[in-house]
Every structure is written in structure tokens, then in C-alpha cells.
């Protein structure tokens, strides 16, 4: 059998469930369903016995599952084991951030690396730290700068920094001219009432920033006036730059952005670690260690 067969099992077994499995396979439901019908025939023995909603193992099942979970483990090693030794000899690292990672990493980390290792090749892919974790997993990424991830067994995790729920104005914006500085408080203050219809600029309830922000105004009883909901922080700070409307957000390095981040007076402070994760059983080249090394340099008082 094919190691994905044992993972389609796996995790149907899991979720207990065709659509949650399938969800987090990202296959259809009809094609699992297939599936699962056509390996019980291959094997002659019913695998689930369906409870309600519920897909629920039998004896046979059982003992598939488990040799199956010890048949995907060493895949995984076996595969990590060359991956890593491949990564070595050719001198790669694969990172995973967030989009509002780009300005830091592209003006002050990569230069200081490729001064050092100029031979060496980093490939990037700006993604959701969900998204992100489960390329860990896969194997197709090195490295990956994450935000408000569970911590799982088998992986480490660096700290690199705090990033806080402000708000974010041009550095021109009339709002900072009534900000107040208090000791205190991280940046300027400005009474969250300030912002009642005030063109705002947002992202997805689907994302963290845009949840909170929302989840923020409507605690507070604060009118909003979203004049424009945008995919990505990226462009969520380009906005506030070209003063399309003002931001709340968990805050990122600004690089050359002209932009101003505030403390909202009356809000209790949300915090979030950002951290560096990689596999622990990862075989980590000198250029990988070095990279790690500016990164957590850049690292914030966490207290």
C-alpha cells in the first residue's frame, strides 16, 4: 500500500468523521468516501463501523491503524533523515513567516546572512502559521516563523518576539497630534473613543488581527467605518501609509514603512509570542544556526 493510504485511515479514524478528515486532508468528501469503500473491498474486511454521524474502528480496523501510524512514523524519519542530509549538502533553508515578516527579514536579517553565506540558497513562502506548522509536518519546510500556534511534542520553539494589538496611523495623521505619552504604555496613547467612524482598514474576521479588531470594537460599542478590507498585513500597512484609513492590528516590524503604531488607553493589553520553530530531530548546517542566531538577536524583552 501507498503511505498515503495509511494516512487517508489515519485520519478518518481521528476525526471519527468523512468531512472532518477530509477537511484536513484537503481531498473531497466523495473522493475519501470512494476511497475507503475500495480499500475495504482490496482488503476483504470492513475497517469503520458508522455510529450515528460517527466512524467508529472495528477489530480489523484497529490493527490497521496501528501498524499504520508505525508505518507513517518511519516514513517521516526516514524522510526527514534524507531531507536533512539533502539540505546540508546543498547548502538550502526553506522558511516559512508571515507576511508581515518581509520588511524585517529583507532589510536587516538577509543581508547580515548572505554577507556571511552568500552560497547559501533561502527559499521563502509567506504563509498562515496554521499553514505553516502543517508544512513542518510535511517535511517541505526548515523553519517557520509562527504566531499563536499549540505547542506540539518533537519541535522547538524559539521565542523572537512580543507583537501587541495596537493601532497603526500614518506618521502625518491629525490623530497623532492629540496621542499622549504614558509611562506605562509600550507607544503613544489614544482613547479607543477616538476612533468612532474614522475610515478604518481592516482584514478578514478569518484572520487573527481582523478577529480581534472586531471582537475590540464591538466590546467597546465603537462604531466602525471599514472603508476597506484588504487579504494580507502587507497590504493592510500600505493602506494606513497611503492614508486610506487607520488599522488595528497585532503589530509587526514597520522597516521603512511611515507609519506610527498607538496604545489604545482603556484596552487591557493582548499579547502574542512570536516564536521560531523547526523540527527538534532537525540536522541544522552552520548556515542554519546562523540564520537562528540573528533572528533571535532581534528578540524582545518578553517580560
Known sequence: MDIRDYEYIVTIAEQKSITR???????????????????????????????????????????????GRVIMQLDRQLSNQLESEAAIQRHRIRLGYGMGRSNQLIEEIFPKFFEKYPDVQVSTKAETSRRQMMELQNGTLDMAIVTNVEKIPGYTYLPIEVSRLVLVIAQDSDILKE????????????????????????????????????????????????????????????????????????????GKHKLQYLNLEEVEPIEQVTTLVYRSDKALNEAMRYFIQLLTEQKEDLK
Do not use: H
Not at 36 to 59: D, H, I, M, P, Y
Open 179 to 254: 496621542a499622549r505619552v504614558q509611562e506605562e504604555f509600550l507607544f503613544p496613547v489614544i482613547s479607543i473613543q477616538r476612533l468612532e467612524g474614522v475610515p478604518m482598514v481592516t482584514m478578514p474576521v478569518t484572520t487573527n488581527s481582523g478577529n480581534l479588531a472586531r471582537e475590540l470594537f464591538k466590546s467597546w460599542g465603537v462604531e466602525t467605518n471599514i472603508v476597506l478590507e484588504v487579504s494580507d498585513i502587507r497590504s493592510l500597512l500600505d493602506a494606513v501609509e497611503n492614508e486610506i484609513g487607520v488599522a488595528v492590528c497585532m503589530n509587526v516590524p514597520l
Open 21 to 67: 478528515a477530509a477537511a484536513q486532508l484537503f481531498i473531497t468528501q466523495s473522493a475519501l468516501t470512494k476511497f475507503l469503500q475500495r480499500t475495504e473491498r482490496s482488503l476483504g474486511v470492513a475497517l469503520f463501523l458508522k455510529k450515528g454521524n460517527q466512524f467508529l474502528l472495528t477489530e480489523a480496523g484497529q490493527k490497521y491503524v496501528e501498524t
